[in-house]
């Protein structure tokens, strides 16, 4: 069983001295190494993969990649946009640390790598924290030793994956901050979260000013009366649709306006209209028909 790195110490324990010959580097063809597939980063500027291999074609590669083995090949573990330059330039070879690591210690390795340069956008690192909660069973208590992040830190990252998709895409691509995404997670709807986020890409509104509009719109719903808060959770919601389809069911089969009202999705009330003793009539028959 392979010993495990001291993860908790970051990438200068991993890497050692990279200014000068390492007993652990090596050479592999370029041509042997594949990326992880299941790394964190997902995204890559093609732009800045460009000015690294400028770099890299005038100083050459100064840190080397780390590869585990696989198979017949070599996974990178860190160092893909490296990679990526170095096939850009054609290089046919490339210096290398093999090191041997399983998957979950490989998922650390490459998470640590990108949060200490900044690599990963807030939903990037966010699956990734997930990932390895999820298929390595760790805790938030482990995860913020190994990546020198707060518990709380981690758990609000996580957080941001339940918000809306339109509005995770828009943090995935930056045009909205993770501040902004936190406070618009207070939001009583997915839709007033949707709107908010909108006017946060398009720079008319602030953390301050998307909590004081969030502030707004629960004082006024507190203020009407007989209003049902809107679901939070993900159950919470499907109970709800649950609700909204039966309603509609309901609606089509007895021909006229029902309303349900339900505090939890789970129990409520139903409340169907009629106007006449005729209407009525025809409404018992068919709610007794078999």
């Known amino acids: 069983m392979a010993k495990k790195a001291g993860l908790g110490m970051g990438l ?7 200014t000068g010959e390492s007993a652990g580097v090596q050479t592999l063809r370029v041509a042997d190494i594949e990326p992880n597939r299941k790394q964190p980063r997902q995204t890559f500027d093609d732009a800045a993969i460009a000015e690294l291999a400028d770099s890299i074609r005038q100083h050459g ?40 690591l399983d998957d979950a210690q490989t998922a650390q390795i490459a998470l640590i790598e990108n949060i200490q340069r ?10 990734a924290y997930r990932a390895l909660m999820e298929d390595h069973n760790m805790t938030q208590e482990e995860l913020s030793k190994i990546v020198g992040k707060s518990r709380s830190s981690i758990a609000n990252a ?3 994956l339940n918000l809306p ?24 709807t997915d839709e007033e979260m949707i709107e908010l986020a909108k006017l946060a890409a398009a720079g008319k509104i602030t953390v301050r000013g998307i909590e004081k509009a969030i502030a707004k719109a629960a004082n006024e719903d507190d203020d009407e009366p007989g209003r049902e808060k809107a679901p939070k959770t993900a159950e919470e919601r499907a109970n709800h649709s649950f609700i ?19 505090s939890d999705g789970v129990k409520g009330t139903i409340t ?8 009525l009539t025809t409404l018992a028959d068919k709610l007794t028909m078999y």
């Open 244 to 262: 909204t389809e039966m309603q509609l069911s309901l609606e089509n089969h007895l021909e006229r306006k029902v309303r349900i009202s339900s």
């Open 158 to 160: 996580v957080r941001l």
């Open 118 to 127: 900044e690599d990963l956008n807030p939903v990037e690192e966010a699956m």
């Open 272 to 279: 169907i209209d009629f106007y006449d003793q005729d209407e």
């Open 12 to 18: 200068d324990a991993l890497f050692g001295d990279n």
């Open 165 to 188: 998709d339109e509005v995770v895409e828009l943090l995935k691509k930056r045009e909205i901050t993770s501040g902004q995404a936190k406070a618009l997670a207070a939001a009583e």
């Open 61 to 100: 590669l100064i840190q080397p990649i780390v590869v585990r083995s696989m198979g017949t090949n070599y996974q990178i573990v860190a160092g893909e946009r490296r990679w990526r330059a170095c096939r850009m330039l054609g290089m046919s070879e490339v210096p290398v640390i093999i090191k041997e």
